[in-house]
T-cell receptor, first 114, second 114 residues
Framework: DAGVIQSPRHEVTEMGQEVTLRCKPI?????LFWYRQTMMRGLELLIYFNNNVPIDDSGMPEDRFSAKMPNASFSTLKIQPSEPRDSAVYFC????????????FGPGTRLTVL | GQQVMQIPQYQHVQEGEDFTTYCNSSTTLSNIQWYKQRPGGHPVFLIQ?????EVKKQKRLTFQFGEAKKNSSLHITATQTTDVGTYFCAGHTYEGTSYGKLTFGQGTILTVHP
């Protein structure tokens, strides 16, 4: 298995632009998680899905952030409009079941908003 | 909501010295997981502890789960330069709306001087 796949690996954009991050979880995993990592705030859970349904989006910073999972093999995290404070590494992770199984993280997308 | 505190934030050691990081939860946990993130990499699962008072070993790494299932520790004996990275604990509870969600500690950044 190729593991969790994320694209792009690096994204540099200007303030106000729309950014879309993509994730392909490991086949057969029922849970998908989006995290954001910064030096100041550490690793934060933004949202997670179970069987393509959003379960908890309480970590989504504000309305500029949205996430979708149209099918079991694809998810997107969109930021519109982007701001410099959104600069971070965004990780996608997947797991077989909830909580009591290890999460497999993707390589991350390093986002820089100028 | 559930909070997981981890100390110390940073630890610098000479190669061959021991290292310990501690994790404390504001609530009783169902299980706790430990992850390692190499510089520039993504978090990688190390181990999961489930039972009260559980102790697990992986070569030079020893993991403990407290009797009350609210704290945990990771101890590395005789550190090596390959141990460099950030070590995260992540707690899970089956209760309420947090089901399926891991709450990560802030992480301990370990530097090993040769």
């Amino acid at each position: 298995d190729a593991g969790v796949i994320q694209s792009p690996r690096h994204e540099v954009t200007e303030m106000g632009q729309e950014v879309t991050l993509r994730c392909k979880p490991i086949s057969g995993h029922d849970y998908l998680f989006w995290y954001r990592q910064t030096m100041m705030r550490g690793l934060e859970l933004l949202i997670y899905f179970n069987n393509n349904v959003p379960i908890d989006d309480s970590g989504m910073p504000e309305d500029r952030f949205s996430a979708k999972m149209p099918n079991a093999s694809f998810s997107t995290l969109k930021i519109q409009p982007s701001e410099p404070r959104d600069s971070a590494v965004y990780f996608c992770a997947s797991s077989l079941t909830a909580g009591n199984n290890e999460q497999f993280f993707g390589p991350g997308t390093r986002l820089t908003v100028l | 909501g559930q909070q997981v505190m981890q100390i110390p934030q940073y630890q610098h050691v000479q190669e061959g010295e021991d290292f310990t990081t501690y994790c404390n939860s504001s609530t009783t946990l169902s299980n706790i997981q430990w992850y390692k993130q190499r510089p520039g990499g993504h978090p990688v699962f190390l181990i999961q502890l489930v039972k009260s008072g559980e102790v697990k070993k992986q070569k030079r790494l020893t993991f403990q789960f407290g009797e009350a299932k609210k704290n945990s520790s990771l101890h590395i004996t005789a550190t090596q330069t390959t141990d460099v990275g950030t070590y995260f604990c992540a707690g899970h509870t089956y209760e309420g709306t947090s089901y399926g969600k891991l709450t990560f500690g802030q992480g301990t950044i370990l530097t090993v001087h040769p």
